[in-house]
């Protein structure tokens, strides 16, 4: 993978500009003043995961259609491509057929343990009842994967035929041209102080001005984030929802293994009013990956993702499979897109388009979506590869015959069966009538009604957040290892990583104001109405709300302390916070989790 350094190297003006850096260090930094080195490409991606990947493939595949060769570069946050990609995962190879139709005689494949069997099973206190599995949820074809292995794998064939992959470059903004169109994005400073101010080692971010803009950056992206929001993309459409999903994998016993096996779980740990389940899936090597997803939408403020899952582990059924000689070796977690079809935005502005999780193709009840976000990437390559074939046209790229394509693909049909599935849930039939109705569409009706579930009322996963004084908390049982661990344990089989003295990429801020007056409500909201609910929501530890008698940004006795060096890229502070006044941003490059097997 190329770096920082090989970089530099390519761009002269660079060096320059780093060279002189030094004259100015521990100056506050000033964005208006900076000068930026710019690099004119043809499609930049924002992104180095399936969907960004399938599409720098495919455009590459379409060279030869061209005529011309195409400059393509991938922006990549994590420190190697796949250490920042996370999921279950079983893969459907359909997209990876089309992409690459000899992908299996290639020798260093990923996809070495085929799905031999599926199982549904709902869970008591202390029961494993099996039940039938909808008809979407089998496996027959799939593979069972680490996904950042996966990852890595298409990353390598991207460079084999010519992509520029940068990893630790995070896409940090948009570049917008004078009419408002998107011109490219910048990456992120690097060398800046917690003050913010440039230290000796600063790098000013670069621009890659693009003809075709491609945004790939996974849920709730903080380019996908702005790009909506200013382009009013979701002006048709529902608001995203999402999941938090937490995983963990392990070797276990030579007893408990099965080889190939997926199971998915539902009922406890989780109570009636709360939208998850849980998974097994036996995949190469003796491993097995073992996870919880709950509902963002869940309304208890006492409720924590990790405990929950913690106190899963503890069911007979798990408990049985983690005995023995079986070691815990990477945990980690991640947001995933629950909404479904009628959350899919518009997926084109002037410029540019969105791609694979930035737009939401997750099928819910497959509980799969990469084959669906490398589909989208490989449309939105042959629409950005038409788009830059009308040498004669100006203004931006005009990406709209990829949304038309999109929605004349698998993709939309695969969605649009299940569109009603996770609504369901939502509607006056509750979470028992959401489980009805979902085994009579999944297994009867496969979509084929005249009425889709809608979120009329616009309601985001914060705003079905309830305040606390309506719920009882819940006393979850102290961690038992091996079986189960505190937060900070886990946390280190992550491998994250930030630089202490950077900026905090966790702003408090609302409508672009960040002050001590805003960051004293939100502890006055967050506590008194909510309990503090973002110290028990985020699987990481980065959120406390500490005693503090004397801090000026504080209430009633309390401040909030963000460890941002925990953050491990889950959004799902920026998502689930009731108030709305958390923003995600990108870190120094590189920083972050380190998966290479979940």
Not at 25 to 41: A, G, H, K, W
Request: charged letters at 20%.
């Amino acid at each position: 993978m190329l770096t920082r350094t090989v970089l530099r190297s390519r761009i002269p003006n660079l060096n320059r500009l780093l060279h002189s850096s030094s004259r100015i260090s521990r100056q506050l930094f000033d964005p208006s003043t900076v000068e930026r080195v710019s690099e004119d490409v043809d499609v930049c991606i924002v992104g180095a995961g399936p969907a960004g990947l399938s599409t720098a493939i495919r455009l590459k595949q379409l060279e030869q259609k061209l005529g011309k060769e195409l400059r393509v570069v991938v922006l990549e946050k994590g420190a190697e491509v796949g250490s920042h990609t996370l999921s279950g995962a079983v893969i459907e190879p359909r997209a990876l057929d089309e992409l690459l139709p000899d992908w299996a005689l290639r020798d260093d494949h990923p996809l070495t343990q085929s799905a031999t069997s599926s199982h549904m099973r709902f869970l008591t206190k202390s029961l494993s009842i099996p039940i039938p599995h909808p008809p979407q949820m089998s496996n027959q074809g799939n593979y069972i994967v680490s996904l950042s292995r996966f990852t890595a794998w298409l990353g390598n064939i991207a460079e084999e035929m010519g992509v520029e992959v940068y990893p630790g470059f995070a896409g940090a903004g948009v570049v917008y041209t004078d009419d408002g169109s998107v011109a490219g994005v910048r990456t992120n400073e690097v060398g800046l102080d917690r003050l913010g101010c440039m230290k000796e080692s600063f790098e000013p971010g670069m621009e890659f001005r693009a003809g075709v803009t491609i945004i790939a950056e996974g849920a709730h992206g903080s380019i996908a984030k702005e790009l909506i929001q200013k382009f009013d993309l979701r002006r048709n459409s529902d608001p995203q929802t999402y999941g938090i999903g937490l995983k963990e994998v392990g070797r276990v016993d030579p007893t408990q293994y099965r080889p190939g096996e997926v199971v998915h779980t539902m009922g406890w740990p989780l109570d009636f009013r709360t939208y998850g389940g849980g998974w097994v899936y036996h995949m190469a090597d003796g491993l097995v990956s073992i996870g919880l997803v709950i509902g963002l939408d869940y309304a208890n403020p006492y409720l924590s993702p990790y405990k929950e899952f913690q106190r899963m582990k503890h069911h007979p059924y798990f408990a049985e499979l983690l005995s023995g000689n079986s070691t815990r070796i990477a945990y980690g977690g991640r947001s995933l897109n629950e909404g479904g079809l009628q959350s899919v935005p518009q997926l084109y502005f002037p410029g540019g388009a969105l791609v694979g999780c930035s737009a939401g193709f997750v099928n819910i009840a497959k509980i799969k979506g990469t084959h669906n976000a490398m589909k989208s990437g490989m449309l939105a390559a042959e629409a950005a590869a038409a788009a830059l074939s009308q040498e004669s046209s100006s203004g931006p790229a005009d990406m709209s015959q990829y949304e038309s394509a999109l929605k004349n693909s698998w993709v939309w049909s695969d969605l649009n069966e299940v569109r009603n599935l996770r609504e369901s849930f939502h509607t006056p039939l509750g979470i028992w009538g959401g489980i009805m109705y979902s085994g009579v569409d999944s297994l009867l009706l496969k979509g084929r009604t005249p009425w889709t579930f809608r979120n009329r009322a616009r309601l985001t996963d914060a705003q079905r957040t309830q305040p606390a004084y309506r719920f009882r908390p819940i006393n979850y049982p102290p961690p038992q290892p091996p079986l189960s661990t505190d937060l900070l344990t886990s946390l280190t089989l992550t491998g994250t990583n930030h630089a202490e003295d950077q900026p905090v990429h966790l702003r408090v801020r609302k409508d672009g104001n960040e002050n001590t007056a805003l960051r004293k409500l939100h502890v006055q909201r967050n506590l008194s109405e909510y309990a503090g609910l973002l110290q028990r929501a985020c699987p990481a530890g980065v959120y406390e709300y500490v005693e503090d008698e004397t801090a000026a940004d504080g209430w009633n006795g309390h401040k909030l302390v963000i460890n941002s060096q925990n953050c491990i890229h889950c959004k799902l502070c920026d998502i689930k916070v009731p108030t709305q006044d958390i923003t995600w941003t990108v870190p120094e490059g590189g920083g972050g989790p380190k998966y290479t097997i979940v």
